[in-house]
């Protein structure tokens, strides 16, 4: 159990942002959102670092897939 432990930071580059914040979320939700998702965009917002994050596919605006952050 403890190979699945660690801390790892990362960024991706945005076409537009409005603001700036830091946010930690788990990763494997964060990567099931994505694959869930088809297009070549996605809409990131969030407004606090406890807040929840909300995540939108424009291809597909029906689609939309809320995660918790982590305290941290």
Known sequence: MASQLGEN???????????????TLNSRYLLDALGAMSGEEVTFGFNGKLEPTLLQDPD????????MPLKS
């Open 9 to 23: 930071t990362a960024t991706a580059a945005a076409t537009k942002v409005t603001g700036t914040a830091a946010i």
């Open 60 to 67: 597909n605006p029906d689609y939309r897939h809320v995660i």
